[in-house]
Each structure stands twice: as C-alpha cells, then as structure tokens.
C-alpha cells in the first residue's frame, strides 16, 4: 500500500525544481543536526515560491514538513496544523483537495482516537465551533464523514489524474502499478482501509450475512448488486459501500480477492466457502503475485488446522503450499510473508515450566510445550551454593554456566521421552 510520507525526493523540471532539491537536501541535513527553527524557515520560503508558481506537490510536501516542524517549535500546534491545512485545501485545485481531505480525516480520526475518553464526555452542541479541540465525538464523526465524502467529489477529474503526478508526495512509488493507477482508485482504497480500521467487530452480526454469503464471495457483478441497508455499523456499511463503488469502477480479480478476504475476516467464518471462493479465483487468473496471495491463504488456514491427531498431514501440504510461493522469486510480499510462515512452520521448539519452590523429596510436575521435537530428555545435575549464588545473580551468562557444568558434571539421573 502506497503512503503519503515526509521524505527526499527528485524532479525532472527544469531549475526551480532543481533549486529546490538542493534545498531539501539542506533542509534535512538541518533537521537531523536538530536545527529545527532554521530547516523550518527554508521550508517557509519553498512553500511561498510554490505558492507563487501553483505547484501543488510542493505546496502538500511543504504542508508535512510545517506539520512536522510546528509540533516542536509551536505552542497549540494541533490546532495550528489543522488550520494549516484547511487553508491549504481552500486554495488548490480538485485533485489536491481529495488527497488533503483524506490527511484532514485521518487527522481528525488520529486526534479522536486519542483523546477519546475526554471528548466522549461532552455535552452534545448544536453548533459546530471552529476550535476542534472543543468538538464532541458527534462534531468529530460528522466532520470525518464530510471530509472523506469530499474525497470522492468530482470523480470524472480524479481518474483523468494520473496518481503519478503525486509522486514526490508517496512512499513506494517504484510499484508496478504505480504508474498506470489514477488518483480515483487510489482514494477508493484508501477510504477502505480508513473504515477498516474503525470497525469494531463486537458491534458486527455476522450471522446477519451467512443468507448473502454467495453474493459476497462471488464476481463483482453479484457483490455490487447487493443491498446492504441491514447494515447498522456505520464504519462497516461505508466500508462495504467503498467496496462495491470500487468494483463498479475496476472490476479486476485483484480487487475481487480483496473483497472476499475483507469479508471472510469481518462477516463469514466458513474456511470452506472462502476457500472455495478463492480457488475459482485462482482458476481463471493469470496473475502471478495474485495467485501467490491466493496460496498464501490457503496456507495459512492449513496451519491454523493443523494438528497431530485430527489433521497431521496440515502443516506437510502447508509447506508445499509455501514452497509453490517461494519458488517464483519476484520479492512480492506474499513472497516474503511465505518465507516467514514456512520458518515458523519448520522451526523446533521447546518451552518448559517448573513449579518455582519444590521440596526435598516432593513428587512435581513439568509443562512442557513443544513444536517439531520428537524426543526429550531431562538430566538433573547437582549444584553447590555458590553456583546456585552465581546462577541466579548473573542473568546474562546463566547459559554458560549451564553449559559448563553439563560439560564437566554427571548428571544424578536421566530419563528420555518419546514426545506425541
């Protein structure tokens, strides 16, 4: 997922862009000797210039630095932040006030969020203030819904805008599909995840969806005709209603295996019917790094099912699954996160728990937990006064310790065990 992120970045125009990376090379050099006050006042004068000029990539990029740098050297910098950018939305063009109005609704939800405990006890106003920091929670979920309804204004202008006109502004934006993505699409996704994050999945009745689940596994033409006013969790019903406008625009599969996961983990809990809807993904596409996601999935519910009485073969055809992933080398991040799975998968493991105080004599018990280990064996070695003194006063080198004494000691006893 792409981000909207401080950083350093390189234009191809002519000598105000050139000046300009020269001065946020300077800006960041100021920044990590800590002179804050002094990379603040260049950042001032690029973003005069970019106003002067209409360059909007700058004027967003100069937006984050001010943000950046008002929390350090302002007092009430929330406040000034956020009137920062209002100012700044009221004066650029449509594109640059559905990307600015994304950052003013997650500022918002940030400063909600955090801050949630103090502005649910508010009493309730009829009027809206222009000091956020007096808002109710209802000032601020209104204002949130508003800002991100925004987003999406003006579609026609949003998919003529090459997200690529933005890139300065973006983190990863050496992804393939960068280039080729619109700023339409990009916001759909980003109103996603927003609402995503923002569901409680106590408030959702997931057997309010078992009667629409072939709808909401299926192709997008089915998903999209769904109706969904039985949806009473507002962050829910944006998120799906996000969903499908983004599968009346882009119906590709990539954006079907999204939907179906987003409902699989929120609204239905059948494995089978996911699995089900997943493989006649895979069967259609010729997606190389979707079918890695597609495996990806199918291997983590084998390991979740995994077990030595009921499923012993789970984590063999997981592996396999892992292995099919692997050996596309691409770097995706399925690539990765397979690597990472198969690890834990094949990794040993042991971890055993004592009673902390034992008697002499007195019978006890051991809580052995293990992963990929057959056998144990358990040998007991005597330990004098000062060992145990040196054992339990230095932290740091109880291995070595251990180790020496296995090393030159005999055990007292031994005793092997066959693990199940």
Request: glycine content about 0%; overall charge positive.
């Amino acid at each position: 997922m792409k981000k909207i992120v401080f950083g350093l970045f390189l234009f191809s125009t002519a000598l105000f862009a050139q000046k300009t990376d020269k001065n946020w090379i300077k800006i960041i050099a100021l920044e990590n000797e800590g002179k804050i006050k002094s990379a603040n006042e260049i950042v001032e004068k690029i973003y005069k210039n970019a106003v002067s000029k209409k360059d909007e990539v700058q004027m967003i990029k100069c937006f984050f630095y001010q943000s950046k740098y008002m929390q350090v050297l302002e007092e009430n910098a929330q406040t000034k932040i956020i009137n920062k950018l209002k100012e700044t939305i009221a004066i650029v063009s449509i594109p640059s006030k559905a990307i600015l109005n994304l950052v003013y609704a997650k500022c918002l939800n940030d400063y909600l969020s955090r801050n949630e405990y103090t502005i649910t006890r508010r009493t309730n106003t009829t009027e809206l203030s222009d000091d956020f920091l007096t808002w109710t929670s209802n000032n601020f979920q209104s204002e949130i819904n508003v800002a991100v309804q925004q987003t999406t204004e003006n579609e026609s202008i949003l998919k003529k805008t090459p997200l690529s006109n933005y890139e300065p502004i973006f983190d990863y934006s050496s992804d393939e599909d960068f280039k080729n993505e619109n700023l339409f699409h990009y916001i759909l996704n980003e109103n996603i995840q927003f609402y995503k994050q923002r569901i409680h999945s106590w408030e959702v009745h997931k057997s309010s969806f078992t009667f629409y689940k072939k709808e909401l596994l299926g192709k997008a033409d089915d998903f999209t005709k769904l109706n969904f006013d039985f949806v009473t969790e507002q962050n829910l019903l944006k998120a799906l209603t996000f969903y499908q406008k983004l599968e009346i625009e882009y119906p590709t599969q990539s954006n079907q295996f999204d939907r179906i996961i987003f409902c699989k983990n929120y609204l239905l809990e059948n494995n089978d019917d996911f699995v089900t809807a997943i493989n006649a993904i895979q069967k259609v596409t010729k997606d190389a790094v979707l079918i890695q996601k597609i495996q990806l999935e199918k291997a983590k519910i084998l390991t979740q099912q995994a077990s030595k009485e009921i499923l012993p073969e789970n984590h063999i055809k997981a592996v396999a699954t892992l292995d099919s992933i692997i050996k596309v080398e691409n770097r995706s991040n399925a690539y990765k996160s397979a690597l990472l799975l198969k690890q834990n998968i094949v990794s040993k493991s042991i971890t055993i728990q004592l009673q902390k105080y034992i008697y002499n004599d007195e019978n006890t018990r051991a809580f052995v937990e293990y992963k990929n280990v057959n056998h144990l064996k358990v040998s007991y070695f005597k330990i004098d006064q000062k060992q145990l003194s040196y054992f339990q006063n230095n932290y740091n080198k109880r291995d070595e310790l251990v180790e020496e004494i296995v090393k030159n000691s005999q055990p007292s006893i031994s005793k092997s065990y066959d693990l199940k």
